[in-house]
């Protein structure tokens, strides 16, 4: 099985909350970019929290758009063997160092999981370091159906507050 490997973090000295998925699916890897799945609906759930339209804007300045609210993001695992995009399937994760970056984002208030596996795994290394609140939010994956998008949006607009 080959291993797939996460994307460097986009953050920098202004990210207030930082957004950690767990792995980039196969359309992420694919493309390059974050969140590429078109029926991810990543991109209206952070957009309509800060109140910009980010599912119009091209990559580039869906990024810009986000760095400007103090939205960062990254993932929870460095590396891991996956066939296919579940989080279910992921075998011999290697875990991101999230402590040693959160240590380097000085206005950082809170750290949101984008679903259950990130919440599990990021919860694990951020244990016994300074942390800011730590908000589970239900993932944007097209996998997790359990909630409607009406339903999922307004646990992720909880991110609101730290803006």
Sequence with gaps: MIRKSAFAP???ARTRVLILGSLPGEASLLAGRYYAHPRNQFWQLVGTAIAVNL???DY???LAALQAAGVGLWDTVASA???GSLDAA???AQAAPLGGLVSTLPALRAIAFNGATSARIGRR???GSVAPAM???PSSSPAHASLTLAEKQARWNLLRKFF
Excluded: T
């Design 55 to 57: 599912v119009a804007l």
């Design 125 to 127: 290394e951020l244990a």
């Design 135 to 137: 908000l589970d939010l």
């Design 60 to 62: 580039a300045d869906r």
């Design 90 to 92: 992921i075998r011999a």
């Design 10 to 12: 986009i953050v920098d």
């Design 81 to 83: 063997q996956r066939k």
